[in-house]
């Protein structure tokens, strides 16, 4: 199929060699799984067992709270041992409210778990629902609730569905593999989601480094001509998801907006895959494959991993350390984020555990910028990083705002070109925070003005029916003696 | 164990380095530095040494100044380029005191005083140059016939001390660059078709036989290094092919309209420093503008520059000024040209698609 070019990009080193040849493999159960009642983008779910509590897995752990939240399930049956705080499988290591659960080695479903015989006869609104239950993000990393997402049928016009197997990340391979072994169930999970959005066509993007996964996909596809599958030129950051669209279909999305503008969803292999299990065979999302991968581990593996495993149950079934990292980095090593330790859960996001040598990384000290506008020419946003940067180091952040901050991916392109190995995106990442800081304050100003004038409307109301009151009694008085209120008597007492 | 100090990503880098750079810029130089030091003898390479020592000692001193740390500047290879650039624009004849006094001004007044490396708005070895130019017409005009090393003719290494450091200069053999044999007689009213069939001959001053300054000599060994630079991709092909092609087209034009007083393009291109300039200079990243139009704007405006003065105005060569001078504009061209951003028109406003209906992918 006819692609189209999209700017800038660079070409990492894509080292999947390390793990793209490991089979699938099951995460034997931890002594004990924390499951975090956030691990999506939105509101975090409320607590739906009791401590001590028996649950069976599947079980209905925490419940989603608003248009934009998700449920969290049980991952194994067991028992629960408390609900607490946990370091939270983020770079800050702050605790977050989590559910700890001691499995009992059974692993048994809830009763009465079953899936649908036909999803294609059921109503878009039913599909979504039923995705919104299982608990179901997006599982490239994004974790938006996909739920959502398959209901912006309701607001957009749209045409087609991308299944996003570009994995433009280095290292990362669990979409190849499972593309390659459960090459049916992502596709019946991407025909459901075409049904639950009301398209007929769904494209399947996969970059050239993954031939086995594309020869899988298009024999799974043959005999379907509303499904093609496309091969992406291996350009980071091809799968991000606006990019994507414009190399399948020639079109930016407007800034700000989203890619159903012009009509197109986006969707990850593994959340294709999750829809089919939830539908299929009812089952919420509670594992999730995990590339386990760098320099540092022993054996690299791709892992089939129930969701609040602590990340070193993890590194020690891989072997452990061959060396000592110096970074250990959830996701890929372009986007990713230092794991705070190695006790933080596995969570609905994580779709890698990268333990990097220093070889890897290559960090070195920042030097001044020469302005070689490498990082002009890497930027697949059309931006200028350099003088980004150079505004937000003066602390300027409107001139960096002016300058297209918000239109910045944060993909790392342009650090990763860095002669002068400047942190382009640590400033970036600062602004962006010291905006979003501004943005709450400013909503807080708001609100106090908003309140403080109400209260004032209040008050001024209450002396105007006083003032109207004593008017009326004044004018009652003129004409005869004034009866008395009970406020009047209480006063004289 | 591992460093959770939290910046920001990407935990990969691709292999390079800003000395990486300077030394492949080098690289690409060598050659053309080599067969110009050997066509030019003892006298060019004492110049040479002296030009880039001036630079390194320049620099450290002015390091050492503002109290910076000394290694990572000076390994980094800029100071370097900049004498070696230097070295290249002068007469290889002149005295040593030219030397040291180019240097310093390239790295103290044009680099240093600044803010150093990446903080100078003009290149600093042609601000050098202009300097030199300006102060010292004599010394930067007297050029030398090529008299290749342990040719008989070539000055001996003894000669060659006297020469550079000005004990024995009387009887030196002076000639005039291309340029300004061809802008002399011009002048003295002859036509072309007179002065240049004795002068010039096209292909083998390609080669480098001319007379001029190192980095006039060999066009050819030039166009190589820059060609081993682009496709080492430390520099993009906007300004050079946007000098050479408004040089050649200017050229052409007015070729046409007079073959008898304006040369032809091949005869910019090969004479004087164009391939040097639009290679080894003009791309100085430093001085240049950032985005790919702003470079064919930056390009095309020192096509244009270099044509008018080498034509028009009072030098036979005109590079050094012409660069100078658009080094002053690349913060305008910078603020005025910049790519558009995704998802965005030229304005700035998000696109719009005038009906979404019709947006069907192509198969």
Not at chain 2, 129 to 138: N, T
């Amino acid at each position: 199929m006819k692609l189209f070019n999209i700017r800038g990009g660079v070409h990492p080193e894509d080292r999947k060699h390390l793990a793209a040849d490991q089979a699938i493999e099951d995460l034997p159960l931890a002594p004990l799984l924390h499951v975090a009642l956030q691990q999506h983008i939105g509101n975090a779910a409320t607590p739906a067992v009791r401590r001590g509590q028996q649950v069976a897995k599947g079980e209905l752990l925490g419940t989603g709270q608003g248009p934009i939240s998700a449920p969290v399930h049980a991952p194994t049956s067991g028992r629960i041992m408390g609900i607490g705080s946990f370091p939270a499988h983020h770079v800050s290591g702050l605790s977050v409210r989590t559910i700890t659960l001691q499995p009992d080695g059974k692993d048994q479903w809830l009763e009465g778990i079953e899936g649908v015989p036909d999803p294609f006869a059921l109503d878009p609104d039913e599909i979504a629902a039923r995705v919104a239950a299982a608990g179901i993000v997006g599982m490239g990393g994004a974790t938006f609730p996909s739920a959502v997402k398959l209901n912006l049928r309701k607001k957009y016009r749209l045409h087609t569905l991308v299944i996003n197997g570009a994995e433009c990340e280095p290292y990362l391979t669990c979409d190849d593999r499972l593309m390659r072994e459960h090459t049916a169930q992502v596709l019946d999970g991407a025909r459901i989601m075409a049904h639950a959005l009301g398209v007929t066509q769904i494209i399947i993007a996969i970059e050239n480094n993954k031939p086995q996964a594309q020869a899988a996909m298009t024999g799974a596809a043959a005999d379907s001509p509303a499904v093609r599958v496309a091969g992406l030129p291996m350009r980071y950051p091809m799968g991000s998801e606006k990019h994507l669209v414009q190399t399948l279909t020639g079109r930016e999305t407007p800034a700000r907006g989203l890619t159903a503008d012009i009509g197109v969803v986006v969707h990850n292999p593994a959340t294709a895959f999750a829809v089919h299990q939830a539908l299929r065979l009812g089952w919420p999302l509670v594992s999730r494959l995990v590339t386990v991968s760098g320099g540092a581990i022993t054996r690299p593996r791709n892992l089939r991993v129930p969701l609040g495993t602590p990340v070193q149950q993890l590194i020690d079934y891989c072997g452990g350390f061959r060396e000592e990292p110096t970074r250990l980095i959830s996701g890929g090593p372009m986007m990713g984020n230092p794991l705070p330790g190695t006790r933080v859960p596995i969570v609905k996001g994580s779709n890698g555990v990268l333990a990097l040598t220093a070889e890897e990384v290559n960090a070195q000290a920042a030097a001044p910028c020469i302005r070689c506008a490498n990082c002009v020419a890497a930027c697949p946003c059309g931006l200028l990083p350099l003088q980004m940067a150079a505004h937000a180091r003066a602390g300027d952040l409107d001139g960096t705002v002016r300058l297209g901050l918000m239109d910045c991916i944060g993909c790392g392109s342009c650090s990763y070109v860095c002669p002068a190995h400047i942190p382009l995106v640590q400033f970036f990442n600062y602004a962006k925070g010291e905006m979003a800081a501004r943005g709450r304050a400013k909503q807080k100003q708001a609100e106090t003005k908003r309140l403080i004038e109400q209260r004032t409307a209040r008050i001024e109301a209450i002396q105007q029916a006083k003032r109207e009151a004593m008017a009326a009694r004044k004018r009652e008085s003129a004409g005869k003696p004034p009866a008395q209120t009970p406020a009047d008597r209480r006063a004289e007492a | 164990m591992y460093s959770d100090t939290p910046i920001a990503g990407p935990y990969a880098h691709e292999r390079t380095s800003v000395s990486r750079i300077m030394v492949l810029v080098v690289l690409a130089l060598l050659p053309a530095t080599l067969f110009s030091l050997w066509q030019f003898g003892w006298p060019a390479i004492f110049l040479f040494l002296i030009t880039v020592g001036t630079c390194l000692v320049a620099e450290a001193a002015c390091l050492r100044a503002a109290e910076k740390p000394l290694r990572p500047s000076l390994l980094d290879g800029s100071a370097l380029l900049t004498g070696w650039l230097l070295a290249m624009s002068l007469p290889p004849w002149a005295p040593w005191w030219i030397g040291v006094l180019g240097g310093l001004i390239a790295i103290v007044v044009a680099k240093q005083v600044f803010g150093g490396i990446g903080q100078n708005l003009f290149n600093p070895a042609m601000v050098a140059r202009v300097a030199l130019l300006i102060s010292f017409p004599a010394e930067l005009t007297r050029y030398v016939a090529p008299a290749p090393l342990f040719s008989p003719q070539a000055p001996g290494f003894g000669e060659g001390l006297a020469i550079t450091f000005g004990l024995d200069g009387s009887d030196m053999v002076t000639g005039a660059t291309l340029l300004g044999q061809v802008r002399t007689e011009l002048g003295q009213g002859h036509p072309l078709p007179d002065i240049l069939p004795g002068i010039y001959q096209p292909w083998s001053d390609a080669v480098g036989t001319l007379a001029g300054s190192m980095g006039e000599t060999s066009a050819l060994l030039l166009l190589l290094g820059g060609l081993f630079l682009l496709s080492q991709r430390v520099i993009t092909w906007h300004i050079p092919v946007a000098t050479i092609a408004t040089l050649a087209l200017a050229a052409t034009l007015m070729n046409l309209y007079d073959p008898a007083h304006y040369p032809d393009a091949l005869y910019h291109l090969v004479g004087g420093a164009t391939l040097l300039a639009a290679f080894f200079i003009a791309t100085d990243p430093v001085t240049s503008p950032i985005s790919p139009r702003g470079q064919l704007i930056f390009g095309a405006g020192l096509g244009v520059l270099i044509y008018s003065i080498r034509t028009w105005a009072g030098y036979p060569e005109g590079v050094a000024f012409a660069i100078v001078l658009m080094n002053t504009c690349t913060p305008l061209i910078d603020h005025y040209v910049r790519p558009r951003i995704y998802g965005r028109d030229r304005k700035g406003a998000p696109i719009e698609y005038a009906d979404d209906a019709d947006a069907e992918v192509t198969r």
